[in-house]
């Protein structure tokens, strides 16, 4: 359902000396830093044509108050907001001005500008799908960036951490139809639970077919060299932080809203049985 869309982690980092206060101006500045506005209004586009989707798959399909529903809970205010109080909670302790200081120069600030242009390109199907053609084929015979491209997915994590975060909207979209009555007790959540695990395996293959769709279309301008600058700031302790604080903001926020949009779903499910 929502796998393989999710943010694409910002790993960078540098050595940090003793813990410090995190301050809401830092968060905000970092915040924009990584685009995050932007990959907020892609992520809505995205998650209206899930929510189209959802409509199609269980109540036959969407209208203007299916719509206004999803208006209601893809508000790019609210996501923002979420997003930059888990941020603040996860980075509490982090050194956030030099984490800042990498993006506010190259190629941090290039890399973040590639990853938006190609964000915001994937919405076009079109795009999307030759992108991930284009991702499969340099994975099958790797040139030197690929492998590099590789290795930043290993080090961040990048498949595991966004196939458990696939698996847990998932699984919040299904609690959402199952406390509203969507099921009718015909299932429980231990049987949903073990649903949602039967999908690992798609899950996996969607989501390593998107990413390394999406890394190959964005990094394709960059330098070996600025790969390799990137992983390295990725390994540090900073770039971990920074790694586990946006997915962890990203899997809350995602959770939230799958589970509001399982929510609504039921109420229409069981609207159009009356």
């Excluded at 208006?71 to 997003?83: N, S």
């Excluded at 984490?99 to 990853?115: N, Q, S």
């Excluded at 284009?134 to 590099?148: C, N, Q, T, Y």
């Excluded at 999406?214 to 790694?243: H, M, Q, V, W």
Aim: aromatic fraction near 10%; hydrophobic fraction near 50%.
């Amino acid at each position: 359902m929502m796998n393989a869309i999710r943010a694409v982690a910002f790993s960078c980092a540098v050595a940090m000396p003793a813990a410090a206060e995190v301050r809401p101006a830092e968060v905000e500045e970092l915040f924009a830093l990584l685009g995050q506005d932007q990959i907020v209004e892609v992520m809505r586009q995205e998650s209206f044509a899930y929510g189209e989707n959802i409509a199609e798959m269980f109540f036959g399909a969407g209208d203007a108050a299916w719509d206004a529903q999803l208006e209601a809970i893809y508000r790019a205010d609210w996501m923002r907001e979420q997003l930059i109080s888990g941020f603040a909670r996860e980075l509490d302790g982090e050194d956030i001005g030099a984490i800042t200081a990498y993006f506010e120069t190259d190629p941090g600030a290039r890399i973040v500008e590639l990853e938006v242009a190609a964000r915001t390109a994937m919405l076009d199907d079109a795009v999307s799908d030759a992108a991930k053609a284009s991702g499969a084929e340099a994975l099958a015979d790797p040139s030197a960036k690929m492998r590099l491209i590789q290795e930043f997915v290993h080090v961040n994590d990048l498949i595991e951490m966004n196939v458990v975060g696939g698996m847990n909207g998932n699984y919040a979209f299904f609690m959402g139809l199952l406390d509203n009555g969507a099921f009718e007790g015909q299932t429980t959540a231990d049987t949903l639970l073990s649903d949602v695990a039967n999908q690992e395996a798609e899950i996996r293959a969607s989501t390593t077919e998107w990413i390394y769709g999406f890394l190959n279309l964005a990094y394709s301008p960059l330098s070996e060299a600025d790969l390799e600058n990137y992983i390295a700031f990725s390994r540090t302790e900073a770039g971990r932080a920074l790694n586990k604080a946006l997915f962890v903001a990203y899997d809350d926020l995602f959770n939230a809203l799958n589970r509001a949009v399982g929510a609504a779903a039921a109420v229409r499910m069981k609207q159009s049985e009356l």
